[in-house]
C-alpha cells in the first residue's frame, strides 16, 4: 500500500510550472483582443472538467468566521466540496462525498448501520463532537447528539463546507472536533427542471427531480429525492447472541444466533427540500425526510435479526427556517437573522435478540419498541460592523430551546436488579411516558452570545480574536475563546496560528437514560470541553500545484462515558491527541488533475492507551481526467489504517482497508443529458468497521463489496 | 491491482490536449489587465525616465500566476517596457502604474486606497463593491462574461485620463 503511494509520487514528480502550449496561444489571442471584444469572451466559470481550478482556485467559505472569505486566508482549517465534486467523483451520498476530507472518516455503528463522524481521531459511538449544520443552522438533535444525515442525497446539495477543528467560539455546542455546514440548493443552481435516476446493486433505485426558477417575483426551488435499498449483503460471522448461545449451551440450550447471516442494511428514504428567496433580503427553507423500515445493522444490541422478521426504524424530520441577511443594512452594518425549527418524530421496533435467546426464556424473541418527539426552537441575530479601519466586528446572539416529549415504549422484558439479567415479562407491556419508561420527557433552553473581531493590522497579517459565552437550563455555562493569526507570508504562501476552546453538550439521553440494560444517565454530567493548537500553512508552490499542511494538538477533558466496568454516564476521560493533515492539488494538464490527501495522529485516553477505534492513518487519492471530450473518468483511493482495540478487547488487530471507486461520465457541457457508471470497491475488498465494544461480533462490522451504479440525468424547460 | 491505475495515470500525462472554445476567467482578466493601460494615459510624473519601464503589480495572493507574465512578455506602453510584479504591501504600490488588489486584501482596501489617494495609480479588483469602495476599475461578472465598471472621479482623482473609447465601452459609475 504505501509502495504504491511513493511509486505515484515519484513517477510523477517532474512538476507541472509551465503554462501549455494551448494556455500560450489562447492567451497571446486574447492580448490581442480589443476591449470589446474580450468582453465578449465566454467564461468558463463552471468547467465541469477542471477539477483543480474548481477546488483551488474558487475556494470560498463562510463556515470559518461567519464571513464569506477565501480557504487561504480563512481563520480556521476548511475544506469546500462543491457540487462540480460531488458529481465529478459519483458521490451518491454526502457520507460519500465527504470521504474527500482529510483527517475525516464516515465510519459505521454496527447497531443501526449509521454513520460515525471520526475527525482527527476523536472517535465515538454515537458520534456528537462533530456539528453539522443544514445550512448554517444546527441540524442535530439533543436528543442523542445526532443528525439525520444518513443516506442525505447528494442532489439538493449546492456544497460542503467543513472544518477540521473547534468552532465552539462562534456555532456554540458540539463544534468540537469539527463543523459540517451542508448548503443546499437555490433556483440559481438548477437549470429549469433536472429529472435523474440511479439504479444499482443490492437493488438500489434512486430517482430525483428538481426544478428552480421565478414564481411571482420568488426564487423558488423545488427538490424531490426519493431512494430505496436492499442494502448490501455484508456476512457476519458471530455476534453477541452466539456469545450468550456459549455460556447457555453449557446448560444444554439450543443455540439462537442467526449468525452467521447477512446484515440488514435496507434504507427507504424520501427528501423535500423547499427553497425561496424573497424581496431581495429574505430567505426560507423547508425540508421533510422521511425514513422509512430502516434497517439495524448487526442490531441495536448487536444481534443479527431472524430473516422474516427485521428490526425496523421509521422517522421523520422536518425542518424550516426563514431569514434576513442584509449586506447593507445601514452604512457599515450588515445584518442577519434567523427564526428555525425542527421536529424529529421516530420510532423504532426492535428485536434486540433473536426467538430462543437467553435459554429459551424469550421463545418469540427479545423486543424492545421505542419511540419519541423531539423539536429544535432557535432565534438568532448577528451584526457584522466594517466602519473601523481594517476591522471587521462581528456581534450576535440567540436563543434555542429543545424539547423531548412523547416517550413511546413496549417491550416484553425487564431487568432484575439484583442479579442484572432481563427477565420475560410473557407480553408487551407498555410503559410510554411513564415512570419506567427508558426516559423521561425533559426540555433545555440555551442562550448564547457571541462577538469576534478580524483586525489586520499590518499588511500581511490579520488577528482573529473571539468569545461565545453560552448558558444552558440543564448543566449550566460556559465561555469559549478563540484566537486565530493569519500570516500572508509571500504572495503565494500563507501561515497561520489557530487556537480554539470547544465544547460538547450532554445529550439528554447521556442526562436521563434509565434502564440498566441500556444504561443510567447522570444529571450532573458537565460539557465536554477540548483546546485544540493548530499551525497550517497554505502554499500555491506553482500556478498548478497546491499543497497544504496543518499540525494540530488538542487535549479534551471530562470526556463523557461509561468508566470502567460501570453503567451510569460520567465525565471522567482526559484524551491528548496531535498529528497532521497534508493535501496536494495539482493540475497534470488542461485536462487531468490529481489529489492527494495523507492524515495521521496520535492520540491516548487517561489510562496512556490508544483510543480505542480511532483510526491513526488515512490517505486519499483522487484523480479527474477529461479522456475525451465530453467524457470524463473519476478514479479515487482511500486507505483507512492503524484502528487500535480497546485494552480489554481480546479480538485480533482491525485490518487496514483500501477502497476503490471509478466514475465514467459523458456529459454534454450545454446540452441537456448527462450519463455516468460507476464502480464502488473495484477490488472487492473485505473492509470493516470496528464495533465499539467486544459483545461477540468476533469479525467486526462489514462494508459493502464491490458494487456498481449506473445513472441518467436529463434537463429541460 | 495497482498496475492497471498506474497505466492509467499514465496515460493521463500524455493525453492530448483539447482546445478550448472559452477561455479562464483570469486569462481574461489578465488579458484586460494588460489591454486597459493602451486606453489609459499616465502623467510623465509617474516615470523616473523615458525608458523607465511601465509596473503593473499584483497586491496579495496572486490569480494570475504566469498567465500575466505571458500577456506582458515584450512589450511596452508608451515607450515603456512593461514589469510585472508580485507585490505584499501597499507601500511598494506606490512604484506601480496599475495594480490588481486581490481579494485577500478585502478588509485593507479602505487602507489601500487611503494610501494611494492622489496618486498616479491605476487600482483595479474584481471584489464586489471595489469601485463603491474607492477603486478605479472592477472586473464583474455579467452572463457569464468579463465587464469593466469604472469611476471617472477616481481617475479625475488620480491625475489618470482615460480615453473616451474605455469611457464608452466600460459602465460608469456616478454619484456614489
New interface residues.
Partial sequence: MKKWFLAVAIGLSSPAYALTDAEKSRLEALRGFSLEALQEVEVKLDDVFDVFDGLVKARKVSVASGVEQNIATAPAVTTLITAQDIEAIGARTLDEALEMVPGLHVGKRGGGYEYIYTIRGIHTNPSPEVLVLLNGLPFKTAFDGRAATDGFPVSVIQRIEVIRGPGSALYGADAFAGVINIITKHAADIQDTELGVRAGSFQSRNAWLQRGGQVGGIDLAVMLDWQRSDGHDGWVEADAQTQFDAVFGQYSAPPASQAPGKLNAQRDLLHVYLDAGFSKHWRWHGGLRRNQDAGLGLGIAQALDPPDNASMADSDVLTTDLSYHNVGFAPNWEVQAQLAYQYVDGLGEYIMFPPGAFGGAFPGGFFWDAGRQNDELRLEGSALFRGWNNHALRLGAGWQQSRLRDVAERRNWEVDLTTGMPTPLGEMIDFSNSAAAYIGATSRRNRFAYVQDTWAFHPAWELTAGIRYDDFSDFGNTTNPRLALVWKTTPTLTSKFLYGSAFRAPYFLELGINNPLLGIGNSGLQAETIDTYELAWDWFASPDLHLALNLFHYQIEDKIGFPGGQYQYANYGKWDGQGFELETRWKLSTRAALLFNYAYQDNEDETGEPVADALRQSAYIRLDWMFAPNWFVDINARWIADRPRAANDWREDMDDYFISDVTLRRKDIKGKWNFAVGVRNVFDEDAREPTTVNIGVTNDLPLPGREWFAEARYTFE | ??KS??V??????S?S????????????K???L???SA?ITWPDSAFASKDAPFNVC?L????????LD??AAD?TVSGHPVAVR??????DALACHSVFIS??E???L??IF?QLAGKPVLTVGDVDNFVIQGGTVQFF?HD?????LLDPEAFRDAGLKASA??MR??QLVKGK
Avoid: C, T, W
Fill in positions: 491491482m495497482f491505475l498506474l492509467l495515470a499514465a496515460l493521463v500525462l493525453a490536449v483539447f482546445a478550448l472554445e472559452a477561455a479562464k476567467e483570469y486569462e481574461i489578465a488579458a484586460f494588460f489591454n486597459l486606453f499584483v496579495g495572493n496572486d490569480p494570475f500566476g504566469e498567465r505571458l500577456i512589450q508580485r507585490i505584499a504591501a501597499v507601500a481579494n485577500s478585502q478588509l485593507r479602505q487602507a487611503a461578472p457569464n462574461k468579463i465587464r469593466l473609447h474605455l465601452v466600460a
